[in-house]
Nanobody, 118 residues
C-alpha cells in the first residue's frame, strides 16, 4: 500500500510562509525522485519543485525561485517544501509526487490546499 500524505497547507497572508510536508510509505523512498506539483482552479497542473534521490539536485518553477526550497529526509521518508514570501498566485492544491525512472512509476498524494489571501 503506497501512500503519500501531504500536510502543512492552509490560509496565509501575502508575504507569509508555509512549510509543506509529504510523508511516504509503502515503497523504497530513497529510490525515487520527489516532486511538488500544484494546480490552481481552471489551470493545468504544474511542477513547482523537484529533488533528486540523494537530494543534491533541485529544480524550481521560475516564478518561485529564491522563495521556495525543496528538501528531503530519506531516513524519515519525508519531502518538504518551504514556501516563503508567498504571493496570491501561489494559491493552489499542492501535490506530492514520487517518481521512478526505471521502470517508470509515479505515486501521488491527495493534495493539500494553500490559500494566499488577506
Amino acid at each position: 500500500q503506497v501512500q503519500l500524505v501531504e500536510s502543512g497547507g492552509g490560509l496565509v497572508q501575502p508575504g507569509g510562509s508555509l512549510r509543506l510536508s509529504c510523508a511516504a510509505s509503502g515503497f523504497t523512498f530513497s529510490n525515487y525522485a520527489m516532486n511538488w506539483y500544484r494546480q490552481a482552479p481552471g489551470k493545468e497542473r504544474e511542477l513547482v519543485a523537484a529533488i533528486s534521490r540523494p537530494g543534491g539536485n533541485t529544480n524550481y518553477l521560475d516564478s518561485v525561485k529564491g522563495r521556495f526550497t525543496i528538501s528531503r529526509d530519506n531516513a524519515k521518508n519525508t519531502v518538504y517544501l518551504q514556501m516563503n514570501s508567498l504571493k496570491h498566485e501561489a494559491t493552489a492544491v499542492y501535490y506530492c509526487n514520487a517518481h521512478l525512472w526505471l521502470p517508470v512509476l509515479d505515486y501521488w498524494g491527495q493534495g493539500t490546499q494553500v490559500t494566499v489571501s488577506l
